[in-house]
């Protein structure tokens, strides 16, 4: 659980935010095929439900605690993917993968919108000694639209939607074994 306070200077009162981070339960499977190609595949979850139920308190003299249900739901992920030894010093990789959403549309934030996620992954690594490699990778994906609607008694009603919403990720690696 993660904490943070708030302190006013003109008051004794503090107030705390507590927040769950996911727990997360990732089973996953390698098979060589023969000297050239390797399949890989797995399959996980998250505990989001806890991640949304944030803990709000003040401690002053009359001290008020609550929980705040975001209605976050537990999220599945499924991946395939496979590797190709291209030589001795090249290993090229390529997958695919597919995440649930952690919050339905009705209770989407602006704060965190988040949706279901197709994700798709290239990499190479290149041994470039016995106990040096080099490795880059490139990873895209995918949100398609995520509406939101949210309410608050500050601001009124917002509403719109992320449109065609995508993301890229770029990684660039060494292992270096001593």
Same mark, same amino acid.
């Given at each position: +659980? ?16 507590? +927040? ?5 339960? %990732? ?11 390797? *399949? ?6 998250? /505990? ?7 803990? =709000?308190?003040?401690?002053?003299? /009359? ?16 991946? %395939? #993917? ?5 030589? =001795?010093?090249? *290993? *090229? ?21 988040? #949706? ?22 490139? =990873?895209?994906?995918?949100?398609? /639209? ?33």
């Amino acid at each position: +659980m993660l904490g943070m306070s708030l302190m006013p200077t003109a008051s004794p009162s503090q107030l705390n935010l507590g +927040m769950t981070v996911p727990q997360s339960v %990732i089973l996953g499977g390698y098979h060589k095929l023969n000297a050239k190609w390797a *399949l890989m595949a797995d399959v996980g979850w998250q /505990n989001w439900s806890q991640f949304g139920k944030v803990d =709000e308190g003040v401690d002053s003299a /009359n001290p008020v605690s609550l929980t705040k249900n975001l209605q976050y739901d537990d999220t599945w992920h499924g991946a %395939i #993917g496979t590797q190709y030894r291209a030589s =001795e010093q090249w *290993l *090229l990789s390529a997958g695919f993968a597919c995440d649930t959403s952690a919050v339905s549309e009705a209770n989407r934030t602006l704060s965190l919108p988040m #949706g279901k996620a197709y994700r798709t992954g290239l990499g190479a690594q290149w041994q470039v000694s016995k106990a040096v490699s080099l490795g880059a990778a490139c =990873e895209f994906m995918g949100a398609g /639209n995520m509406p939101v609607t949210q309410d608050s008694a500050f601001q009124g009603t917002v509403s719109g939607s992320f449109e065609n919403s995508w993301f890229s990720f770029f990684d660039v690696n060494l292992t270096w074994k001593f």
